[in-house]
């Protein structure tokens, strides 16, 4: 029976090494280029905002927020990290 799981698990095991690898190769790739724009966002609403369009600036500063290495690119990296866990739970549990 345990060899049975291992032949039917292993592909799925592989499927989800894969997802990980590229996952993290455009996680890291968009997160360098939206890095970039984040930057260029904040200056452009910072200037909003000392020539008086503060509500602009504002709204500009949440997407640079959002943009940043600490927004959506994040929340990628938390997905990842659950896909990851899945693959170790389920490898641990199979193959032990």
Request: no cysteine; net charge positive.
């Amino acid at each position: 029976m345990k060899t049975i799981m291992k032949i039917l698990f292993a592909p799925l095991i592989v499927l989800m090494w894969i997802a990980i690898k590229i996952g993290s190769l455009i996680t890291y790739i968009l997160g360098l280029a939206l890095g970039i724009l984040s930057g260029i966002i904040a200056v452009i609403s910072i200037v909003y905002m000392f020539t008086g369009a503060g509500m602009n600036g504002f709204i500009g500063l949440v997407i640079a927020y959002l943009l940043s290495p600490y927004g959506i690119p994040m929340f990628a990296i938390m997905i990842l990290g659950i896909i990851q866990r899945a693959r170790v739970n389920l490898q641990s549990r199979i193959y032990r």
